[in-house]
Structure formats: structure tokens, C-alpha cells
């Protein structure tokens, strides 16, 4: 049986024919690669190869050609500025914090909405838990600055009303609090849509499988113990080597409108200070040596995470 | 025996009720915690300013008023970001679109020649960049400073769009195009009547994504352009929230165009709840609508990403 389809198959990939009869067959699939290709050569690879100015001194008269080579000195410099320190600490930071509180939440939160036995009623708040991921960081930076207000802000007066305070915080305008207010934040704005992946593992899963257990006698929290969350392994192995590829460019959006000379040294994250150093600054051949060195970690971050991910559960990216 | 199961059931049943009701209770205070912040705004834009400056407000206007929003209706600023806002969303959305998806065309046949060498040029630059500042000396080369194109070309195409798209036609039976080709269809001909209407769900899925993002987008604002006609409205609102100056400049326009008279007690924080709630109102409108698509769309791209 296996042989006969082969057979049938065979003629189609083994015939060879001469590299121009077959490319002209083709064309026209490769010219639509073309664009894609033509595309990311001007918006890829030409970026990539002005990370040269990262081992230049770049200066608008002479252009990146013009400008003098100086070696490694940028990437010195990194290792003695204080706000590079700070940057990293912070970057990390907030990731970790921000990995290990929605993570947790997310995964209860998408458990008790499968739970939830009313299909009109489930539908509904889904649908409004969707809503904050639309919004953009703009609109976000209205609504926490009013929420949060020490004056005004709902949060403070019923913090206050509980008894829990004393005296209004400033969420935004104070060192220690800066983490947690961004990272709970965050959550706030995609906890419903990070939902999306593991609702839609969990339509998979093999209804007798829940059917088989109830007879067993399983009750609710078994059922999701030991069905739904080992069929969410994969797919939250999947998504957390994404988050720690992720690191490295943690928190430029709530650095750029959160960010303040009160919460700075809290609030200076690795992609905000690539922008703060070449943009308001304008020292290019600096931004871009952080942001090389960004990349690398990155990649390499991703990596290793996909590593480690396929040793121990066996599943990964690539 | 018997009366014992039962018993057991009867705990367990009321036990899961119990669950139940405690269930829907949280799911409906997780719903208030979404929507309050939302809610919150609403009402302060249709507050009266002066009246908003001197009491918090908590779940109804005190003072109602329709001001603030004839304010933003009347205000050219606001309009003309508004039409810029809606420009570089539309357009870019089609173009997106339309570029990633023949890009995606061609590299969805599997046996083309070399196709395993494009892939690997597509793939690299998913894991690295040039970063911000190469970037920005490129915009600048191709002179698409202060130029509304820089909304449009920079995002014309997304490997990972395309790998999306890919995964999409890969499900489309192969048997319908080659139904097509022997009945004298050509390739452009294939992918507009089959293909195409084929993965409209793909289709308006990225066409949301990239709509979300494309409305939403400030940075290329706040660094590629630096006249006020091509401010959005996610500019606008950057610049009342990051500056004071903002704020006293719309202060003093208010007075210029005499709305001192007309609107008299207008204030800058009901404004700007105003153009929050008037930027917000089209994105909400229109995800609940095309939510089954993008359900499926993400979970092609969690198990391909």
C-alpha cells in the first residue's frame, strides 16, 4: 500500500528538468517572492548593515560612510554607564515580574471562563475582556493617569474607604511602585486576549476524555487538573520562550508615556534608553551599539529558552 | 449503599453549584474592572469641565454637556488628525493586505526552486534587526520624513503575516486549483476567484491586526514627522498627555477661536477624555464583529510562529 503511493508520487519530484524550462514554469511565483524579497532587503538588511555606526563615531556632516571608525568604544562605554545598569536591572525586572504574575492569572482566568456553563453569558465577557487589547498605550496612559491620581483617582479612594491607606499613593510618581503598577497594568490590558490561545487548545481536547472521568468520579477541579492544564502544557511552553524572547525589548511603551523624573531610575527600561540616547540625545553610534547588543540577546534568548523548552517537555518552536 | 452514592452526588452537585455561582460572580467582577475605566471616561467627557475640576466623579456625569465633543467636532486639529487617522488605516490596510498576501502566494508552493533558501532570508529577519537608529537613517535616506507615506510603505509587508497567510492557503485543498488550471484559468485568474475568497477569514483577520495597529501606531509619528499636518489622533493624544504645553496651547486656541464665549467652561481634562473616548469608538466597533476570525487566526500563528 505505502509503496503504490509512492509510486504514484514519484514522476512528480523526481522528473528534473533543465533549470530554465522549470525557472520559467515558476516565474511568476518567484517574482511575487521578489517583492518580499526587494522589501526586506531596504527594510531589513539595509538597517542591518548601518549597524556599522555602532563601531563608528556617526556624525550628520560626514554620513555613515564618512564618519571615523573607532572601534569597540561604544560597547566599552556600555560597560561603565550607570543608566546601561539601571536599564538592564530594570528590563529584567519588570519582565520577570510581569512573566510570573500573567502567566498565573491568565491560566485561571481562561479556566474559569471555560468553566463557565452559560454559553451567551461566557461569550459576552469575552468580548469585553478583548477590549483593552485595542486600546492603544495613548489611551491607556489617559486612563491609569486618572485612575491612578492621588486626588481623584478611583483606585486611591477606595483603597482609602477599605482602610488599606492612610494617605493617597502616587502609583505614578514613585520608584518603588513603578514595577508593579506597569506590570499589573499590562495585565490588565491583555489578560482577556491572552485567553484566545488557550480557549482554543482547549476546544481540542476529546470531550470523552472529560466524559470518561466524570464516571470515574472525577469532580470539577480534578477535570481541569489532570485534563485541561496537561493538555495546556504545549502551548504554554510555546508562549513563554516567545515572552523570554520577548525581554529584551520589555517596556518601551510604558516608559515612553509612564516614564517621569520621579520614577526614572525605576522606569529607565533597555528600549526606551536605546530611544531616550539616539533620538532625544542624539548620540547614534551609542543607541545603536545597546540596541545591536539587544538584538543578540535576544536572538540568543530565544534560542536557549527553545532549547531548554524541547529537553524538558519535549515541545518547542523549532 | 445506594442512598450513600447518592448522598455523594448530592454534595458534589451542590458543591459545583456553589462553584457555579461563585464563577459567575468573578467573571462579573473581572467584567467591572475592564469596562469601569472605560465607563469612567465617558462620563467625564460628558461632564461639564469646570464642574469636573472641582469633585471626582464616579459613575454619572454631574453636569451634563455636550461641549467637550462639539469642541473636538468643530476643532480642525482634531478633525484633520481624524482624516489622517482614517487615511493611513484604510490605505494601509488594503496595501498591507494585498503585498503580503501574493508575497505569501508565492512562497505557499512548496516545491518552487530554492524556496528553503527565500525562507531562510525571510526567517532571519524575524530574529534580527537593525534596531531604532538604522531605521531612522534609512526613513530619512529614502526621504520619507514628514511625508504621509511613511505610514504606508514601512508596513506594506510582515514575514509573520505571511507565514499566517501561508498556513492558510496550505488548507485550502489543492484539488480546486488544479481544477481551475485544467479548465484554462491562469495564475492571476486562480488567485482572485479561488484562493482570495477562499481565505477571507486569514485575510480579515491580518486586516484587523494591521488596522489596530495601524490606528494605533504613535511612534512613527512622534519621530518621522515633524509638521502638524500629518499629526493622527493617537498623536494628538500623546501630546496632551506627555506635555503641559499641549494642554495651555489648546487653552489659548480655545480662547483664539473664541470659544471663550461659546464654551465657556471647557476644560482641558474633559477634552481630552473627549478625544480619548472619540479615538477609542471606531476600534470598539468594530472587533466584536470579526472576533470569530481573529480567534482563528491567532491560533494558526501560535502553532506556526
Not at chain 2, 85 to 91: A, C, D, E, F
Not at chain 2, 127 to 133: E, H, N, P, V
Not at chain 2, 143 to 149: E, Q, R, S, Y
Amino acid at each position: 500500500m505505502r509503496k503504490k503511493e509512492l509510486n504514484i508520487r514519484a514522476p512528480r519530484t523526481v522528473e528534473k528538468k533543465p533549470f530554465w524550462v522549470r525557472f520559467k514554469k515558476e516565474a511568476v511565483f518567484h517574482i511575487m517572492i521578489w517583492f518580499g524579497v526587494a522589501f526586506l532587503i531596504v527594510f531589513a538588511y539595509i538597517p542591518m548593515s548601518g549597524i556599522i555606526i555602532a563601531f563608528k563615531d556617526y556624525n550628520f556632516r560626514s554620513g555613515i560612510f564618512g564618519s571615523p571608525w573607532v572601534g569597540l568604544k561604544h560597547f566599552r562605554q556600555l560597560f561603565q554607564d550607570f543608566f546601561m545598569g539601571n536599564a538592564v536591572i530594570n528590563t529584567v525586572g519588570i519582565s520577570v515580574l510581569s512573566i510570573g504574575l500573567s502567566y498565573p492569572c491568565t491560566i485561571i482566568f481562561t479556566l474559569l471562563l471555560n468553566e463557565l456553563r452559560n454559553v451567551k453569558f461566557k461569550r459576552v465577557i469575552q468580548t469585553v475582556s478583548y477590549l483593552p487589547h485595542f486600546i492603544s498605550w495613548a489611551i491607556m496612559a489617559v486612563i491609569l493617569n486618572s485612575m491612578l491620581s492621588p486626588s481623584e483617582g478611583i483606585i486611591n479612594i477606595v483603597l482609602q474607604n477599605l482602610g488599606f491607606i492612610d494617605k493617597p499613593i502616587a502609583f505614578l510618581g514613585r520608584e518603588d511602585l513603578y514595577w508593579i503598577t506597569v506590570v499589573v497594568a499590562s495585565i490588565w490590558k491583555s489578560l482577556g486576549w491572552n485567553t484566545i490561545v488557550y480557549l482554543a487548545v482547549i476546544s481540542g481536547i476529546d470531550e470523552s476524555l472529560y466524559e470518561a472521568a466524570k464516571i470515574d468520579g472525577a469532580g470539577r477541579f480534578a477535570r481541569m487538573r489532570y485534563i485541561t492544564l496537561p493538555a495546556l502544557s504545549g502551548i504554554i511552553a510555546i508562549m513563554l520562550i516567545l515572552s523570554v524572547g520577548g525581554i529584551a525589548g520589555t517596556g518601551f511603551d510604558t516608559s515612553f508615556y509612564l516614564s517621569n523624573d520621579l520614577n526614572y531610575n525605576r522606569s529607565n527600561t533597555l528600549s526606551y534608553y536605546v530611544y531616550t540616547i539616539g533620538l532625544r540625545r542624539a548620540n547614534f553610534s551609542y543607541s545603536t551599539a545597546i540596541s545591536f547588543l539587544l538584538s543578540v540577546v535576544s536572538a540568543t534568548l530565544m534560542l536557549t529558552a527553545n532549547t531548554i523548552s524541547n529537553k524538558l517537555t519535549g515541545k518547542g518552536l523549532f | 449503599m445506594r442512598g450513600n452514592t447518592s448522598s455523594i452526588k448530592m454534595t458534589a452537585t451542590i458543591n459545583e453549584k456553589i462553584f457555579d455561582v461563585v464563577n459567575v460572580f468573578l467573571m462579573l467582577i473581572v467584567g467591572f474592572i475592564t469596562l469601569y475605566p472605560f465607563w469612567y471616561c465617558i462620563v467625564v467627557s460628558f461632564n461639564d469641565g469646570l464642574d469636573a475640576t472641582m469633585a471626582p466623579l464616579y459613575f454619572w456625569p454631574r453636569k451634563w454637556t455636550f461641549d467637550n465633543y462639539e469642541f473636538i467636532v468643530t476643532n480642525e486639529r482634531t478633525l484633520h488628525a481624524a482624516m489622517i487617522s482614517v487615511l493611513r488605516t484604510v490605505i494601509g490596510v488594503v496595501t498591507h493586505v494585498s503585498f503580503t498576501g501574493v508575497v505569501a502566494y508565492g512562497l505557499s508552493k512548496r516545491w518552487l526552486m530554492g524556496r528553503k533558501y527565500y525562507m531562510m532570508f525571510f526567517m532571519f529577519t524575524m530574529y534580527f534587526g537593525g534596531g531604532l537608529i538604522p531605521t531612522y537613517l534609512l526613513i530619512r535616506a529614502l526621504g520619507l520624513i514628514d511625508n504621509f507615506l511613511v505610514y504606508i510603505i514601512p508596513s506594506l509587508f510582515s514575514v509573520y503575516d505571511s507565514i499566517l497567510i501561508m498556513a492558510y492557503y496550505d488548507s485550502i485543498p489543492g484539488a480546486l486549483e488544479e481544477a481551475a488550471r485544467i479548465d484554462g484559468a491562469g495564475h492571476f485568474k486562480i488567485f482572485a476567484r479561488i484562493i482570495f475568497p477562499a481565505s477571507l477569514p486569514i485575510f480579515a483577520t491580518i486586516a484587523l491586526f494591521n488596522g489596530v495597529g495601524q490606528w494605533n501606531a504613535y511612534f512613527d509619528t512622534t519621530i518621522y514627522t515633524r509638521s502638524d499636518k500629518l499629526l493622527t489622533l493617537q498623536a494628538i493624544m500623546t501630546k496632551m498627555i506627555n506635555s503641559a504645553e499641549a494642554l495651555q496651547e489648546m487653552n489659548e486656541q480655545m480662547a483664539a477661536s473664541g470659544a471663550v464665549d461659546g464654551f465657556a467652561t471647557i476644560k482641558p481634562i474633559t477634552i481630552r477624555m473627549a478625544t480619548m473616548i472619540f479615538t477609542t469608538v471606531p476600534i470598539t466597533l468594530v472587533y466584536p464583529f470579526l472576533q470569530k476570525y481573529f480567534v482563528k487566526g491567532i491560533m494558526i500563528g501560535s502553532v506556526k510562529g
